[in-house]
């Protein structure tokens, strides 16, 4: 069972990890002793993420249980600022985060990311699933791209999300699922809209993907209720542009365990959330 909830969370994003004591040392080589003693590193989105040298934002729900931990409360999609001094951040960090709140939020946050960090600071983005490979692995018919939907098929795993084990509905609402959660029929989210395989098909033969997406994402809303909901897409070219428009000059598409930063390598705290279906991007503030 205790392996069934560890699954599952991560599967939401939220990664169960030990601080290692030697871990800190790192921090206090690399940085200066006032940005470590006053955890001057901000991972948006934390989860069950915990480490000393760290602050951890996030928004706190029941949804998330017990696993959320030394948190402060932000709501990406409030409007109000990130609760970070300007020019202070050394690092911010966010691991799947941005596909669960509406692009209006995610413009806000990347502005506030680049206001917040000091010069020469690294914004690291990582989000998933890659809009751009999720789609060619779900046009192509490609079943075992999508293997984390066996999580969801053992009774007991999937009820409190879905009518019926994930792996019974066709590949084509399976990805609508991990697009725009609550149009897909066998998602419990309550919707006015719930399309089928051939619809999905029909839609992106009219309209391509960027289009496709767009429309699907269009119909989506933020549920406090359901923050794990996916309500936005993301590839590469389009966390660039926003990060370029908030201000960012030096916007690079990175890679697993391939940050400019040294800490940020470590991929027992980062980066270890799906790898496989992620998409990395990094901005630096020089100016």
């Known amino acids: ?8 969370l991560r599967a939401r994003g939220l990664n169960i990890v030990r601080v290692r004591s030697d871990d800190v040392a790192d921090y206090r080589r690399l940085y200066p002793k006032s ?9 948006v989105g934390a989860g069950s993420f915990s480490h000393p040298c760290w602050t951890n934002i996030d928004f706190i729900s029941d949804w998330y249980g017990s696993v959320q ?8 999609m409030s409007g109000e600022p990130l609760p970070i001094s300007d020019a202070s951040a050394e690092v911010i960090y966010t691991s799947h985060t941005i596909e669960h709140v509406k692009d209006d939020a995610v413009a806000r946050l990347f502005r506030e990311a680049h206001l917040a960090l000091k010069l020469g600071g690294v914004f690291r983005v990582t989000t998933g699933p890659d809009a751009e490979s999720d789609f060619a692995a779900m046009m192509r018919g490609d079943e075992e791209w999508f293997h984390w939907d066996r999580r969801y098929d053992a009774p007991g795993s ?13 590949l084509e609402e399976r990805w609508l699922r991990h697009v725009a959660s609550m149009l897909a029929p066998n998602d419990k989210t309550p919707s006015d809209h719930k399309f089928t395989a051939i619809e999905i098909r029909r839609i992106v033969a009219e309209r391509g993907r960027v289009g496709a997406l767009d429309y699907f994402t269009s119909l ?7 923050p794990g909901n ?5 590839d590469a070219t389009k966390i660039t542009t926003f990060l370029e ?12 365990s391939q940050s400019v930063c040294p800490v940020l390598r ?13 998409v990395y991007v990094e901005a630096i503030k020089d100016f």
């Not at 989506?220 to 359901?226: G, K, L, V």
């Open 1 to 8: 069972m205790k392996q069934v909830v560890l699954g599952a």
């Open 158 to 170: 999937y009820e409190g999300m879905l009518h019926a084990p994930a792996t019974s509905r066709p």
């Open 69 to 76: 931990k030394n948190v402060v409360h932000h709501d990406l």
């Open 245 to 256: 428009v908030a201000g960012f000059k030096t916007v690079y598409r990175s890679g697993y």
């Open 220 to 226: 989506t809303a933020f549920d406090p209720q359901r």
């Open 230 to 234: 996916h309500v936005s897409w993301w």
């Open 35 to 43: 940005a470590v003693d006053e955890r001057r590193f901000y991972n």
């Open 266 to 278: 470590n991929t027992l705290y980062f980066d270890n959330t799906h790898p496989q279906m992620s």
